[in-house]
């Protein structure tokens, strides 16, 4: 009797397990790999009866020809919808395979859309389980539709592309690596403002145009390339970098300095002043000086302090400048409300009105610049 | 002679049993209910947790070893020990199949979406159903050899240090809490398991070593749920956190290794092997009383009954959200028997010893 049931069960349970509801075969699955999103054109001015132009990019290594962009060996799909997954019905709509976004790595906003918000997509991203919190939040300078469709000749397949240009850059610190993860931390976080990096489409390229400035979700400002280092400086540690410095605004024309391998270590220190706040931002930055052009003489270690100094002030001057901008259009990217926050009891911190007392806080930056090296050739 | 339990395997098993699927949940519920900084309060619910394991203790001191149901048959007229183990019988029934249900149901949401529920419900319960019948020496054996395929996971922690900012912890303490008794009690669900050494009493051989293992289980699940736990708190922000449904889940979606990312489904599997130990040992326990009460009965028909009776109840809620609210009221009653048990069994052993042993 006992071995009748078991070996029923045994059966039920093959049959069972080899039920296969759940299946996902590979060859007939959509993984959108980058997804942009826009105002559809033409949308009505008032926000709630704007309508989104949702693209998506999926490879595909077995349609088209030759490799890279030329050989558009991807499907690229738009909808115009009300929602993002209302979109993706649409997009479904267009496609055999069956679209997922498991292996989503990168999600565009074009700017008209980031200066309207861009929570409301990102909680959608966030809620699906399948899609993985690190994927890359990016603002597009423009249209992030245009910047996607087009297919870039001597590059790797759009999508892929960025992503990777992306990883490259935020590897050396040029931009934020903000990922879903990282904006709905700082969104939430009422001691900082979120950022992202900022693309825009150049040519027969796609090249980083600086870094993005939230207030909560939405774009504010941007920084510029040529100070983006500076501004990863202010708001983090760096543990590789490259710096170009044009001394002409320390009076020293036609001098510049290339700093490599640049490490920087910032700390924050608050002080209650006046009924107000000063903040101190002391970075100290160290790295080999592998190119320079000027007057002054590497070997020589008084001239070797002065390019120091010359650095330093540079990058203060930089710093001041970026810090007087943000706090004028009240955006706390460097996240000195956490710091302030930290100094105080709740009552305080909630009582006060945290982005008006960022305009007027007091902000210092100490900049210490130390030549580790200067290379293995001397003049 | 029959085998009996190692203090060792004892502790083992009691973390086994306490850490189940609500540590997916715990650091949400944490900075939900107890505000900013929650994470400090599951000291005092680890403290809690001792206390009751102390009055154990102190059961198991003026026991002599005996089972509890001896100390209850013998001194409880029929009319109180019939409904009071019934209340036993399907609250530990109940508890097992809904936090089965849930572990099932979360597995679904991350791993396979379509798929019934309730088909990999029914395989569950097979596995757990031949780890019961195997009774309890085979079941900390189990326990340990599972304790080993889970433990290294909390080694992933150290993944985070890079992420962790002590300034997202804040100065401020338990403030923007919310529900802080309901929550309170369903946070101290998350260390319920303990109570069920009440019935090991019999099949444990050292006395002494028995009780600190105890303690053992339940400081490795207090210190595992602060690792946890204050991981996410400096990770993520306060609020968002409050708003994040599986922390724990999305803790280990943000690990990236060389060669392989994504790897939460793989550990939400793992995990299959916490959640049923706490399903097996309260369904055990739950078999242990029926069988107290319905002595003639074999031991294996009870056990196939209950298992059976456990599914077919699983089958009522079938939302995330219902099974939740089941498991919050069982979670209420099997706290009420956390304590009450105890205090019950130490008010009996007091009158039949005159308290002579009582201090």
Redesign the interface.
């Known amino acids: 009797m006992y071995k009748v049931l078991r070996l029923f069960l045994t059966v039920l349970l093959f049959g069972i397990v080899t039920g296969c509801g759940d299946q996902r075969i590979l060859e007939k699955l959509g993984l959108i790999q980058t997804t942009s999103y826009d105002i559809a054109p033409g949308s009505d001015e008032d926000e709630s009866k704007q309508k989104l132009l949702i693209s998506v990019t999926i490879p595909r290594p077995d349609s088209g020809t030759g490799t890279g962009s030329g050989g558009v060996n991807r499907e690229f799909l738009t909808a115009i919808a009300q929602t993002s997954k209302g979109g993706r019905v649409n997009l479904s709509r267009q496609t055999e395979l069956q679209l997922v976004s498991g292996q989503l790595r990168n999600t565009l906003f074009g700017l008209s859309l980031a200066k309207q918000g861009i929570w409301e997509h990102i909680d959608t991203l966030v809620r699906d389980p399948s899609i993985s919190p690190k994927v890359k939040i990016t603002v597009v300078n423009g249209n992030a539709h245009d910047l996607l469709a087009k297919n870039y000749p001597f590059h790797p397949r759009t999508g892929q592309y960025i992503d990777r240009m992306l990883e490259k850059e935020s590897h050396s610190q040029v931009v934020p690596s903000t990922t879903l993860y990282q904006f709905t931390k700082d969104y939430f976080d009422d001691g900082i403002d979120p950022i992202a990096p900022m693309i825009k489409e150049a040519g027969d390229n796609v090249k980083i145009d600086g870094v993005a400035l939230f207030q909560k979700d939405r774009y504010i400002m941007k920084i510029e390339p040529k100070q983006a280092l500076i501004f990863a400086m202010m708001r983090t540690d760096i543990k590789q970098g490259d710096l170009n410095v044009d001394l002409s605004g320390q009076n020293r024309n036609n001098e510049h300095v290339t700093l490599s391998s640049l490490v920087s270590h910032r700390s924050v220190h608050v002080t209650p002043h006046n009924g107000n706040f000063r903040v101190d931002i002391n970075i100290k930055v160290s790295g080999s000086v592998l190119e320079y052009i000027g007057v002054l003489d590497l070997e020589n270690d008084k001239d070797r302090s002065t390019i120091e100094k010359l650095v330093s002030e540079y990058v203060q001057a930089n710093a001041n400048e970026m810090i007087a901008v943000m706090q004028k259009n009240r955006v706390d990217s460097l996240g000195l409300g956490k710091n302030i926050r930290s100094t105080l009891h709740y009552a305080q911190w909630h009582k006060m009105n945290w982005p008006d007392t960022y305009q007027r806080i007091e902000v210092k930056f100490h900049v210490n610049v130390r030549i580790k090296d200067y290379g293995m050739f001397t003049k | 002679m029959r085998e009996k339990l190692h203090p060792f395997h004892v502790g083992l098993l009691v973390f086994m049993v306490q850490a189940g699927v609500v540590s997916i949940f715990l650091p949400r519920m944490l900075a939900q209910y107890m505000g900013?900084n929650g994470w400090v309060s599951l000291l005092l619910f680890s403290a809690v947790a001792t206390f009751n394991i102390f009055l154990i203790s102190v059961v198991y001191r003026l026991s002599d070893g005996k089972s509890i149901f001896q100390i209850i048959e013998q001194s409880l007229p029929k009319v109180i020990v019939f409904p009071l183990y019934t209340v036993l019988v399907s609250v530990w029934t109940l508890i097992g199949c809904i936090a089965a249900k849930q572990y099932i149901l979360l597995f679904t949401?991350?791993v396979?979406?379509?798929?019934?529920p309730m088909?990999m419900k029914?395989?569950f319960d097979?596995i757990a159903y031949s780890l019961i019948t195997k009774g309890i020496y085979n079941i900390s054996k189990a326990a340990t050899v599972f304790f080993w395929m889970v433990i290294w996971t909390a080694l992933l922690l150290l993944f985070f240090l890079k992420g962790f900012e002590w300034?997202?912890l804040?100065?401020?303490f338990f403030?923007e809490s919310s529900d802080v008794i309901v929550g309170g009690l369903s946070i101290f669900t998350a260390f319920l398991g303990y109570e069920l050494v009440l019935l090991l009493f019999p099949y444990v051989n050292s006395k002494k070593g028995f009780m600190s293992a105890v303690y053992f289980g339940n400081f490795l699940t207090t210190f595992i749920y602060l690792a946890i736990c204050l991981t996410c708190f400096g990770f993520?922000?306060?609020?968002?956190l409050t708003?994040m449904k599986f922390p724990l889940?999305?803790l280990l979606?943000?690990i990236?290794l060389p060669f392989v990312?994504?790897v939460e489904n793989i550990f939400i599997a793992l995990y299959l092997v916490s959640a049923l130990m706490s399903i097996t040992m309260y369904i055990w326990a739950a078999s242990e009383t029926a069988q107290s009460l319905i002595p003639r009965a074999s031991k294996r028909w009870i056990t196939g009954v209950l298992v059976c009776g456990a599914f077919a109840v699983s089958w009522i809620p079938d939302v995330l959200s219902e099974v939740e609210l089941w498991l919050k009221y069982l979670g209420y009653m099997a706290s009420g028997i956390a304590f009450g048990l105890p205090l019950l069994l130490i008010a009996i052993l007091a009158i039949n010893n005159g308290g002579k042993k009582l201090v």
Do not use: H, M
């Open positions: 900013y949401v991350f396979f979406p379509t798929t019934p088909y029914f395989l097979i300034v997202n804040t100065p401020f403030k993520y922000s306060f609020k968002q708003r889940i999305d979606a943000y990236r990312e994504r």
